[in-house]
Nanobody
Framework: QVQLVESGGGLVQPGGSLRLSCAASGSINSNIYAMAWYRQAPGREREFVAA????????WYADSIRGRFTISRERAKSTVYLQMSSLKPEDTAVYSCNARTTWDTGEYEYWGQGTQVTVSS
């Protein structure tokens, strides 16, 4: 059974930093081809934040966080990170990680439960 477990969320003041982690379990490592972070603020649709290709480490970012957030991965631990800096109140949201995998039976996406990030003074 594949599981994604996020951690690292919390309350931070504007201008502060947080690092989110997402660990994948369930013998998924060799099947991942990309992982990503999304976020959903209250009353808004879920939006893409950042993604990373699992083998090459290529990265993609939403314009709203470019230059402030950095996505990285540690393949041996099946873990993806999101380093967030210069946080703003509008970054407040539930952050969820996403794993995109390919298997003999097709391609599948997996989601974590999410971790709350609140930016407030």
């Amino acid at each position: 059974q594949v599981q994604l477990v996020e951690s690292g969320g919390g309350l931070v003041q504007p201008g502060g930093s947080l690092r989110l982690s997402c660990a994948a379990s369930g013998s998924i490592n060799s099947n991942i081809y990309a992982m990503a972070w999304y976020r959903q603020a209250p009353g808004r649709e879920r939006e893409f934040v950042a993604a990373i290709s699992w083998v090459g480490g290529n990265t993609w970012y939403a314009d709203s966080i470019r230059g402030r957030f950095t996505i990285s991965r540690e393949r041996a631990k099946s873990t993806v990170y999101l380093q967030m800096s210069s946080l703003k109140p509008e970054d407040t949201a539930v952050y969820s990680c996403n794993a995109r995998t390919t298997w003999d039976t097709g391609e599948y996406e997996y989601w974590g439960q999410g971790t709350q990030v609140t930016v407030s003074s």
